[in-house]
């Protein structure tokens, strides 16, 4: 099985596909969500890799790659850090990192983390972690525990039930039974302990994005946000993002809700390879963040 090793040590399970060459564009590095694994970018993969070489892998915690059992080998940081080697282990360069919620935000620190690395990034259903008020943040940081807490009382079965029957989902299960189903099944088949260090390790702490701002404005790369309208707490980071990072742009995908790849992987792709299309030809525009859109601006009288 392939692998690649981090710098402390974990190995990293991968796989790859599509032209062995960078023709027509940098590769593409796909990052899994906290509900997901490797698997979850099967129809980004058989589309894209027709023309691009594509590389999914699954994150530290998820099998088959290693499950460290000491919470302090978790966090945003090795997240983006994880990303880093695989590209340096594989040796692709510049490279289009395309990350989902808990992968969208380890897509945004890697940008900031590994600028030369990334030849642009794309966030999908990116949540901010919580929100910038004190006590929201206590909650959110509770909340986390609580759930890692019966990840490891109850299992994953149990938590699937819960974590994958949530409002935000609801909208896979309706369009594609058979895909939520699916999705389900490999989330109660997940690693209990890389699960729990997880959400200890990486969600809980991670600081809220709303609070990242002179990051986000020092990201020069071109950066591309998705997310359904019905996935209630992305819309606001969305905006933000776009409002804040210079090369930015927003896709918003009607009535869709987190699992935003798998629920609409046409749309998904459509929208992705566009942007790809664009940063490739040059075309993907910066903006003035420092000055408020024309639009915005009220006609002068």
């Given at each position: 099985?392939?692998?690649?090793t981090?710098?402390?040590?974990?190995?990293?399970?991968?796989?790859?596909?599509?032209?062995?060459?960078?023709?027509?564009?940098?590769?593409?590095?796909?990052?899994?969500?906290?509900?997901g694994?490797?698997?979850?970018?099967?129809?980004?993969?058989?589309?894209?890799?027709?023309?691009?070489?594509?590389?999914?892998?699954?994150?530290?915690?998820?099998?088959?790659?290693?499950?460290?059992?000491?919470?302090?080998?978790?966090?945003?940081?090795?997240?983006?850090?994880?990303?880093?080697?695989?590209?340096?282990?594989?040796?692709?360069?510049?490279?289009?990192?395309?990350?989902?919620?808990?992968?969208?935000?380890?897509?945004?620190?890697?940008?900031?983390?590994?600028?030369?690395?990334?030849?642009?990034?794309?966030?999908?259903a990116?949540?901010?972690?919580?929100?910038?008020?004190?006590?929201?943040?206590?909650?959110?940081?509770?909340?986390?525990?609580a759930?890692?807490?019966?990840?490891?009382?109850?299992?994953?079965?149990?938590?699937?039930?819960?974590?994958?029957?949530?409002?935000?989902?609801?909208?896979?299960?309706?369009?594609?039974?058979?895909?939520?189903?699916?999705?389900?099944?490999?989330?109660?088949?997940?690693?209990?302990?890389?699960?729990?260090?997880?959400?200890?390790?990486?969600?809980?702490?991670?600081?809220?994005?709303?609070?990242?701002?002179a990051?986000?404005?020092?990201?020069?790369?071109?950066?591309?946000?998705?997310?359904?309208?019905?996935?209630?707490?992305?819309?606001?980071?969305?905006?933000?993002?776009?409002?804040?990072?210079?090369?930015?742009?927003?896709?918003?995908?009607?009535?869709?809700?987190?699992t935003?790849?798998?629920?609409?992987?046409?749309?998904?792709?459509?929208?992705?390879?566009?942007?790809?299309?664009?940063?490739?030809?040059?075309?993907?525009?910066?903006?003035?963040?420092?000055?408020?859109?024309a639009?915005?601006?009220?006609?002068?009288?």
């Amino acid at each position: 099985m392939p692998y690649v090793t981090t710098n402390d040590g974990v190995r990293l399970y991968y796989e790859e596909c599509g032209p062995g060459g960078t023709e027509p564009g940098a590769p593409i590095l796909f990052v899994h969500e906290f509900g997901g694994h490797h698997l979850s970018w099967e129809p980004q993969l058989r589309h894209f890799s027709r023309r691009y070489r594509c590389i999914t892998y699954a994150a530290r915690g998820w099998p088959p790659s290693d499950v460290p059992g000491d919470v302090s080998a978790y966090s945003q940081a090795r997240a983006a850090d994880d990303a880093a080697a695989m590209i340096l282990g594989l040796g692709l360069g510049p490279t289009h990192i395309v990350g989902l919620s808990m992968g969208a935000t380890a897509a945004i620190e890697f940008g900031i983390r590994h600028p030369s690395l990334a030849k642009s990034l794309t966030a999908a259903a990116c949540g901010s972690g919580a929100s910038t008020d004190p006590e929201q943040k206590r909650k959110f940081q509770e909340s986390c525990t609580a759930f890692a807490e019966r990840i490891e009382t109850e299992g994953m079965a149990a938590m699937a039930e819960l974590y994958c029957t949530g409002p935000a989902r609801s909208q896979y299960r309706e369009k594609d039974p058979r895909g939520w189903a699916e999705f389900k099944r490999q989330f109660a088949e997940g690693s209990q302990l890389g699960h729990a260090m997880t959400m200890r390790g990486v969600q809980g702490p991670r600081v809220p994005l709303f609070e990242r701002q002179a990051d986000l404005n020092g990201l020069e790369m071109p950066v591309l946000v998705i997310a359904g309208d019905e996935d209630d707490s992305t819309l606001d980071l969305a905006v933000f993002l776009k409002r804040n990072i210079p090369r930015c742009g927003v896709l918003m995908l009607p009535q869709t809700g987190h699992t935003i790849n798998l629920e609409e992987p046409i749309a998904f792709n459509a929208g992705l390879e566009q942007f790809l299309l664009s940063v490739e030809h040059g075309s993907w525009h910066r903006l003035d963040i420092g000055k408020p859109h024309a639009l915005l601006v009220p006609p002068k009288r």
